[in-house]
């Protein structure tokens, strides 16, 4: 990495995004995690005992340590499925259509404003934090028909290694950026450095590279400079500047940990798993000669021994500790929000599921409205630089169905309802999270009495059934009781 400046908070944190994303990668990025400095944190290497005669057979073992462990992605299933339930419907854009071209195109490159959103998702759901710079674009001397788009640039929290704010006001980030050279007909990808810096007052843009700075730009709006920095973070707790906690690390250092000790389990299996033979006799050469193809340690060898010698067979006892630890951090895992497939045989009451799914998406949630708020406010900043004067607002889902809702679930709210337990209002709530139907209550009981085919009462006339047959059963158990009595 190119010669820059790292605030504290960079530093602090760099080490859990790496382990955050070795345990997204799967089996490669943790073992991969073991060249970087942040190998620490997650996996450590078995310490065997290494001499100048044994140097390449340990060496092996050691890869074969690594080579036999079997990774349980929790964290990349997870991930994948928070990203999957924010973009489970589209973005809401409210824009005028002279902003059609920038939300189909917001990065330049032909990313929608819905592509862009969810990488966003996604690297918060890592880092909880990423940056976007929305870049004015030149229409200096242009009319409205002809002007440039304005076009928003992203950036991953590593990217971003200083900040400083002064006075409240964000007054410089550094961002680290990649681009291409080329020397004769080879192409070789570098580091630059891009400051965006107040300099008395005023916006100005500034690029470093191989140890220099090149010329500064001053961005313009209908000719007049800025006086703030367009840059807008967004983070899982809030969308300023500071360094939120990564949400996922948690559950990735339990998921790491749970790959050491798969690796401990079954290099344990390797080499004391089966069964080892001992033959106890003082004459060796004698069981050579009577074994001239060797000992058959097969169910069907037949070996000849000395009548005063012995054989036993020696195998390691299933304990269990390696396995019984891995199991408990599968619950840690899962307590942690990890979205995996549980042995459904248990059984859990709707409530304490809806409990179960509130606990792991109330994050989500808080993500994805800090995502559209830092997209909101992004969007106008580029409606502003194209001299777009209307309202513009983006909003990603927020709205999540209940992972663990099954249609026993909702079988059995059904039958509270005929019970009298629950209401109408709360039966459709259930059908909608259950992704039944997307209809409001009014749309449903306006359907049920429309549908002749099917008999069906309004909710009243359940209501008022429901009391008379309470009130038939009540008259029921007087008349036993007056029965009873008379007699």
Request: with cysteine; glycine share 8%.
């Amino acid at each position: 990495m190119m010669e820059t400046k790292f605030d504290k908070g960079y530093t602090e944190n760099l080490p859990l995004w790496a382990q955050v994303r070795a345990a997204i990668r799967g089996k490669q990025g943790a073992i991969k995690l073991l060249d970087s400095e942040q190998g620490y944190f997650g996996l450590v290497a078995p310490s065997y005992r290494i001499t100048n005669d044994n140097y390449d057979a340990v060496s092996k073992r050691r890869l074969a340590y690594f080579a036999r462990g079997r990774f349980f992605n929790a964290t990349g299933r997870t991930h994948d499925a928070y990203v999957g339930m924010i973009g489970a419907k589209p973005v809401d854009i409210e824009a005028p259509d002279s902003m059609e071209a920038f939300i189909d195109d917001v990065d330049g490159e032909g990313a929608t404003m819905m592509d862009f959103a969810l990488e966003i998702a996604s690297e918060v759901l890592v880092t909880a934090r990423y940056g976007v710079l929305v870049d004015p674009p030149n229409n200096e001397g242009r009319t409205q028909s002809n002007m440039d788009q304005s076009r928003l640039v992203g950036y991953r929290a590593e990217a971003i290694p200083n900040h400083v704010v002064s006075g409240g006001k964000l007054t410089l980030v550094d961002l680290i950026e990649l681009y291409w050279e080329k020397n004769g007909d080879e192409y070789e990808q570098k580091e630059q450095l891009r400051r965006l810096e107040l300099i008395n007052g005023v916006y100005t843009s500034r690029i470093k590279r191989e140890g220099e700075w090149m010329e500064s730009v001053t961005p313009t709006i209908n000719g007049a400079t800025l006086d703030y920095i367009p840059f807008q973070f967004i983070g899982s707790e809030n969308n300023k500047p500071t360094y939120d906690r990564p949400v996922m690390f948690d559950l990735a250092h339990a998921n790491l940990g749970h790959f050491q000790l798969d690796c401990d389990n079954r290099e344990n299996l390797h080499y004391h798993g089966q069964g080892m033979t001992n033959i106890f006799t003082a004459d060796t050469q004698g069981i050579a000669d009577a074994n001239p193809n060797g000992v058959d340690v097969g169910a069907k060898g037949m070996n000849i021994f000395g009548q005063q010698d012995k054989v036993e067979i020696l195998q390691i006892e299933a304990t269990g500790a390696i396995a019984s630890e891995m199991l408990r951090d599968e619950k840690r895992m899962i307590m942690l929000g990890a979205q995996v497939v549980q042995d459904s045989a248990t059984n859990q009451t709707l409530g304490a599921k809806e409990i179960e799914s509130n606990a792991s998406t109330s994050q989500l949630k808080r993500i994805a409205n800090n995502i559209s708020a830092g997209l909101t406010w992004c969007a106008t900043q580029a409606a502003e630089f194209m001299s777009v004067n209307d309202d513009v607002k983006v909003m990603v889902n927020d709205q999540f169905v209940t992972d663990n809702l099954t249609a026993q679930d909702v079988t059995a709210m059904f039958a509270l309802y005929q019970a009298g337990a629950a209401t109408l209002d709360e039966l459709n709530s259930i059908k909608r999270k259950a992704g039944w139907t997307t209809k409001s209550n009014e749309e449903l009981a306006e359907d049920l009495n429309e549908n002749d085919g099917v008999g069906g009462v309004s909710e009243n006339e359940a209501q008022l059934q429901m009391e008379l047959d309470n009130a038939n059963e009540e008259i029921a158990q007087l008349r036993e009781q007056l029965n009873g009595a008379t007699e």
